[in-house]
């Protein structure tokens, strides 16, 4: 099984500001990495997909990038609706696997 | 629009059976594998298990395996968790999720249900 790690846990920002989520594979992925938004109630929502292509409707502002094990999902200018919890997703390997999940939270 | 509603939820005695349902609409759902995506109170994001667009071929979590069986009925638009023996740690929101393409990025969900596994 595919292990994905993301870091930080928790990340504390502000507004207006960059935000920068990593999720580390414990065996090459390729790049058929994902990231999704869960916001509190809700189901997730897939952001990025394949590491680097954004999904349909998504803004701007999100951007991915990384390949074999590791991975970066940025957000250049926090907006209000952002915070959120986002999990990174590996489809190389059956299972798929989810990271963890990174909290960012309004400092 | 893609809809998927999941239905079925609700409390249920460690060991007993529950069957959750997911009725698609908005695409043609046949010619799509389909997925579970199941998430503890609290918790992060497990997969659950595949079934393919013709119900031929089937993948799920260890955790799961041997017992919890994913159909599907395409004349109905539907897809179904059988889920026997069932555990606290099932406890848990269930999602049906529809896949981009072929491939198991998950562009669509269902709001989830509720499965509580407590005597």
């Known amino acids: 099984e595919i292990v994905l790690t993301q870091s930080p846990a928790t990340l504390s920002l502000s507004p207006g500001e960059r935000a920068t989520l990593s999720c580390r594979a414990s065996q090459s992925v390729n790049s058929y990495l994902a990231w999704y938004q869960q916001k509190p109630g809700q189901a997730p929502r897939l952001l990025i997909y394949d590491a680097s292509n954004r999904a349909t409707g998504i803004p701007a502002r999100f951007s991915g990038d990384g390949s074999e094990t590791d991975f970066t999902l940025t957000i250049s200018s926090l907006e209000p609706e952002d915070f959120a919890v986002y999990y990174c997703?590996?489809?190389?390997?059956?299972?798929?696997?989810f990271g963890q999940g990174t909290r960012l939270e309004i400092k | 629009q893609v809809q998927l509603v999941e239905s079925g939820g609700g409390v249920v005695q460690p060991g007993r059976s529950l069957r959750l349902s997911c009725a698609a609409s908005g695409f043609t759902f046949s010619r799509y594998g389909m997925h579970w995506v199941r998430q503890a109170p609290g918790k992060g994001l497990e997969w659950v298990g595949v079934i393919s667009s013709d119900g031929s071929n089937k993948n799920y979590a260890d955790s799961v395996k041997g017992r919890f069986n994913i159909s599907r009925d395409n004349s109905k638009n539907t897809q179904y968790l059988q889920m026997n023996s069932l555990r606290a740690e099932d406890t848990a929101v269930y999602y049906c999720?529809?896949?981009?393409?072929?491939?198991?990025?998950?562009?669509?969900w269902g709001q989830g249900t509720l499965v509580t596994v407590s005597s």
């Open positions: 999720a529809k896949p981009e393409g072929h491939t198991a990025n998950f562009a669509s």
């Open positions: 997703q590996q489809r190389t390997n059956w299972p798929i696997t």
